[in-house]
């Protein structure tokens, strides 16, 4: 299951083509074809900052760096700027790094990282990445437009070759007027391909999804 509420912040660029060739047009995270791949740390950084962005190391892991781009000053307020994004980057035997995930957190939500850890699954090596976030919503209960604060702890799946990764999100709390809306709070089982969350729907809708399942595609 994507980021189902959250919304996937989309970029776009033109690429300057050969006289009398088509314009291409790449869409995707900023990131995504920015600074996929550099030489060296020193060259992720600098391609970053080009940007203007900001940037912040807040986990190393084996070959493994968990960064924040554009990242709050503190990261439980939301960010009045620049979109922050949560990316991994991987260390090749090439000595090249990699982008090996990146999760968008949108404007104006607050967030925090809980966990990142490497994971193995199915022979393949990746990474987890766990993080709570809070966001004021809307949601229509009766004939009634509310305001929904949305607490939602999403973890994700990342096999470290590419930005895409599996998300889903165990546990989600909807309240409007501090009172509880909807309520899920899952168990997480993984399989080699697969991971689902199980638990009782019963107080899920209508803001939280309840169980879910996703295919991991790791190769």
Same mark, same amino acid.
Request: proline content about 5%; aromatic content about 6%; charged content about 20%.
């Given at each position: 299951?994507?980021?189902?509420?959250?919304?996937?912040?989309?970029a776009s660029v033109v690429v300057p083509s050969r006289a009398g060739a088509k314009e291409i047009m790449v869409r995707g995270?900023?990131?995504?074809?920015?600074?996929?791949?550099?030489?060296?740390?020193?060259?992720?950084?600098?391609?970053?900052?080009?940007?203007?962005?900001?940037?912040?190391?807040?986990?190393?892991?084996? #070959?493994?760096?968990?960064?924040?781009?554009? !990242?709050? $000053?503190?990261?439980?307020?939301? &960010? /009045?700027?620049?979109?922050?994004?949560?990316?991994?980057?991987?260390?090749?035997?090439?000595k090249h790094w990699q982008l090996g995930g990146l999760f968008e957190i949108g404007l104006d939500v607050q967030y925090d990282?809980?966990?990142?850890?490497?994971?193995?699954?199915?022979?393949?090596?990746?990474?987890?990445?766990?993080?709570?976030?809070?966001?004021?919503?809307?949601?229509?209960?009766?004939?009634?437009?509310?305001?929904?604060?949305?607490?939602?702890?999403?973890?994700?799946?990342?096999?470290?070759?590419?930005?895409?990764? #599996?998300?889903?999100?165990?546990?989600?709390? !909807?309240? $409007?007027?501090?009172?509880?809306? &909807? /309520?899920?709070?899952?168990?997480?089982?993984?399989?080699?391909?697969?991971?689902?969350?199980?638990?009782?729907?019963?107080?899920?809708?209508?803001?939280?999804?309840?169980?879910?399942?996703?295919?991991?595609?790791?190769?």
């Amino acid at each position: 299951m994507g980021r189902w509420i959250l919304a996937l912040l989309a970029a776009s660029v033109v690429v300057p083509s050969r006289a009398g060739a088509k314009e291409i047009m790449v869409r995707g995270p900023a990131l995504t074809f920015t600074c996929p791949n550099e030489p060296s740390w020193g060259a992720v950084e600098a391609c970053i900052k080009q940007r203007k962005w900001t940037l912040k190391i807040v986990r190393t892991v084996g #070959s493994a760096k968990l960064i924040e781009i554009n !990242a709050p $000053v503190n990261r439980l307020e939301g &960010s /009045s700027g620049e979109t922050p994004n949560i990316a991994i980057y991987v260390q090749r035997p090439d000595k090249h790094w990699q982008l090996g995930g990146l999760f968008e957190i949108g404007l104006d939500v607050q967030y925090d990282v809980l966990d990142f850890q490497p994971l193995t699954i199915a022979h393949t090596h990746g990474f987890r990445l766990d993080v709570g976030t809070q966001q004021t919503s809307s949601i229509t209960v009766g004939d009634v437009i509310r305001s929904t604060v949305m607490q939602l702890h999403h973890v994700l799946f990342c096999n470290g070759e590419n930005y895409e990764c #599996s998300e889903i999100v165990p546990s989600c709390d !909807a309240l $409007v007027d501090d009172k509880l809306l &909807s /309520s899920f709070h899952g168990q997480l089982v993984m399989t080699d391909r697969q991971v689902r969350v199980d638990g009782d729907a019963a107080f899920a809708a209508p803001a939280c999804a309840g169980p879910q399942q996703i295919e991991l595609g790791w190769q």
